[in-house]
């Protein structure tokens, strides 16, 4: 992953063009008064970075529920689904 580091002024006076560069995967770090302040990336980036996370905190989650044997035989989840969809087609059909 290629990153930029660049302050805030040089920024703002190449914004259409430094953007055009995030779409291809460069991510551009922005500095403030010679600290770093934020990241800009494209979007498309930043959504599978958002679902990456969701994902291992699902995992997380998972696993801490079977390390608290909190969990539902594979069986009995699927005999319940069974159960709940025959029950909506005798109501609605």
Request: positive net charge; aromatic residues 6%.
């Amino acid at each position: 992953m290629q990153e930029q580091i660049i302050s805030l002024t040089d920024f703002k006076t190449s914004a259409s063009r430094l953007l055009q560069e995030t779409r291809g995967g460069a991510n551009i770090i922005l500095t403030q008064n010679g600290s770093a302040s934020a990241v800009v990336q494209d979007y498309a980036t930043y959504r599978a970075q958002q679902d990456a996370f969701l994902m291992l905190k699902l995992m997380v989650q998972g696993e801490a529920d079977v390390q608290k044997n909190r969990v539902i035989p594979q069986a009995k989840v699927f005999d319940g689904l069974r159960a709940s969809l025959l029950k909506q087609q005798k109501q609605h059909g």
